[in-house]
């Protein structure tokens, strides 16, 4: 199987989407899939990285968008890429059956805020000729960014253990379970924990930068 993984933030790897992605896409490979990773903003940038996401897409059995949630949405980036893709991909030889599955992460405590964006995926999948293979949604993503998901403590076990399902479920064929679904869901952290984390790193980040006197300026 060749699966194909789509990130779609800017911070690179830097990002959760990257740490999540990266992390599913590891196990698919321990279930024998060949795997390939690519960057959507980048490949906007320049026509020949575009068409060989477009074909790399097309080639694939299995294509993973992972990206956060901008707006109640897609970041618009991805949303391009859909709408791209969605115009292009029958331009290339495509597998019998493709299977197309997303990963949302958001910056609130909830993971629900990501309905809107995974609805999304799944009315582009059934547009587009994929076989929507489901979706995981996952708050707090700030607390698993920019290092590896297995090196991110306690924390991450639901979502470690969400992942594991997941690809093995992805590699014999079938759908995200819905245990790995109710999983990723699960909070990180207490939501009263996470917010007060949030604030203390605003201070700090203003501090750092001389502007601390100002986080309660207003324009009037």
């Keep these: 199987m060749k699966a194909l993984l789509l990130i ?14 990266a992390y599913l896409l590891r196990g698919l490979e321990a279930q024998g899939a060949e795997t390939d990773k690519l960057y959507i903003y980048p490949a906007l940038r320049s026509e020949e990285r575009l068409d060989a996401l477009v074909s790399a897409a097309a080639a694939a059995d299995l294509v993973i968008f992972s990206a956060p949630l901008y707006v109640d949405a897609l970041p618009a980036a991805v949303t391009e890429v859909l709408e791209i893709l969605h115009r292009r991909l029958d331009e290339h030889q495509r597998p019998a059956e493709q299977r197309l599955v997303a990963i949302s992460n958001c910056g609130f405590p909830e993971a629900e805020q990501n309905e809107i964006a995974l609805r999304i995926y799944r009315c582009f999948a059934r547009q587009s000729g994929f076989i929507w293979g489901g979706g995981l949604a996952m708050g707090g993503g700030e607390m698993v960014k920019g290092k590896p998901l297995d090196e991110s403590g306690g924390m991450a076990r639901n979502v470690i253990t969400a992942l594991d399902l997941t690809a093995e479920a992805l590699a014999g064929g079938q759908s995200i379970p819905q245990d790995a679904v109710d999983l990723t869901a699960e909070p990180l952290a207490p939501a009263w924990v996470y917010r ?5 790193g605003w201070h700090v980040q203003a501090l750092r930068k001389g502007t601390w006197r100002q986080l309660r300026a207003r324009v009037w």
């Excluded at 911070?11 to 992605?21: N, V």
């Design 8 to 21: 779609g933030s800017p911070r690179k790897g830097k990002s959760a989407s990257e740490t999540l992605g």
């Design 196 to 200: 007060a984390m949030g604030n203390a």
